[in-house]
């Protein structure tokens, strides 16, 4: 069945270590996965993608990591700053013609100054 | 900001009057879609157009919901006789495919039934 789900609900860490949030999917036919941030009051802010033909894409201080073989998508975040705390929500397109977004819960990540 | 602009951000109504909501998506995107957001939870797909053809709809989308996009640009949702349990954020995104699928969201209109 299609769920996405997060292994921890809350993740506190100190500014300047490296985040990494975890997240596990159970539809082997997905084919594109996406992480977004949300803060308090807004919409979900894009942060990064990735194609299922990939294992690994970067951004600027963000990293995606796909492995398909556990089903497990993980966001590293480097030298996390006060402004990264926020609802991260990893999502996936179900393929076989389907184009909505299936979210898991959430992970909290709180930066500690 | 160029952005997915929705209209009203807040809405308080009593059970049982009608609500209609406006997403306006990023310019020249092709599809939008609607999704609805419980306190705690991650955002539930409702439905989704491209251009003006309605394409897909969640089971969610009881009758009570419509949603409409006539000229392929901005769309409306409707809720008619609203339930307290459609409190939520409604959320609207859109992208340009088939260049890129990214959905870019916008900042939600925030109903409250009491």
């Known amino acids: 069945g299609e769920s996405v789900g997060l292994h921890l609900p809350t993740l506190s860490v100190q500014e300047g270590d490296n985040s990494i949030i975890n997240c596990a999917y159970s539809?082997?036919?997905?084919?594109?996965f996406i992480w977004y941030k949300q803060e308090s009051g807004k919409g979900p802010q894009f942060i990064i993608d990735?194609?299922?033909?990939?294992d690994k894409r970067q951004g600027q201080r963000v990293t995606v990591l796909l492995n398909k073989t556990v089903k497990h998508l993980s966001l590293q975040i480097a030298a996390t700053q006060p402004g990264d705390s926020a609802v991260y929500f990893c999502a996936e397109k179900a393929g076989g013609g389907s184009e909505k977004l299936v979210f898991g819960k959430g992970t909290k990540l709180t930066v500690n100054p | 900001d160029t952005g997915v602009s929705q209209d009203p951000r807040h809405k308080i109504t009593k059970r049982g009057q009608n609500v209609t909501f406006r997403c306006d998506p990023i310019?020249?995107?092709?599809?939008l879609y609607w999704y609805r957001q419980t306190l705690g939870q991650g955002p539930e797909f409702l439905t989704y157009f491209q251009n003006e053809a309605q394409l897909e709809k969640s089971r969610l989308l009881s009758d009570r919901f419509s949603a409409e996009r006539p000229k392929g640009s901005f769309s409306t949702l409707e809720i008619q006789r609203t339930e307290q349990g459609d409190s939520a954020m409604y959320l609207c995104?859109?992208?340009?495919?088939?260049?890129?699928?990214?959905?870019?969201f916008g900042p939600g209109t925030r109903l409250l039934v009491l």
């Open positions: 539809n082997s036919a997905s084919d594109y």
């Open positions: 310019s020249e995107h092709n599809r």
């Open positions: 990735i194609r299922s033909n990939m």
């Open positions: 995104a859109s992208s340009f495919v088939p260049d890129q699928e990214t959905q870019y």
